[in-house]
């Protein structure tokens, strides 16, 4: 397959978008380049290769959801600016 200049024509004037006749073959060279790349593509023999879902082949790399201990209040709180009893006071940032 091959680009011509008519359909480089029709493309550009979808687009609406105007080339000079410089611009045109330059186009046109350019995109058959990219059809010729393309068809090399099809070239290799993938019959026999399973499609993958990811690159690297990785099991869950998430840890496991377990209960741990948590950080005591007054600890997570003593490096607030400002707290209020057993909360991080912030300040308003929604006008009503």
């Given at each position: 397959?091959?680009?011509s200049k008519k359909d480089v024509e029709y493309i550009a004037n979808l687009a609406r978008?105007?080339?000079s006749e410089k611009e045109l073959e330059n186009l046109i060279h350019?995109?058959?380049?990219?059809?010729?790349?393309?068809?090399?593509l099809k070239e290799p023999d993938t019959k026999?290769?399973?499609?993958l879902s990811h690159p690297v082949e990785n099991?869950?790399?998430f840890r496991k959801d377990e209960k741990k201990p948590s950080i005591?209040?007054?600890q997570?709180?003593?490096?607030?600016p400002e707290s209020s009893d057993e909360f991080f006071k912030v300040p308003k940032v929604i006008n009503q």
């Open positions: 397959m091959s680009v978008l105007k080339f350019d995109m058959n380049e990219i059809l010729e790349y393309v068809e090399k026999n290769v399973e499609p099991a869950n790399v005591p209040r007054e997570a709180l003593k490096n607030a």
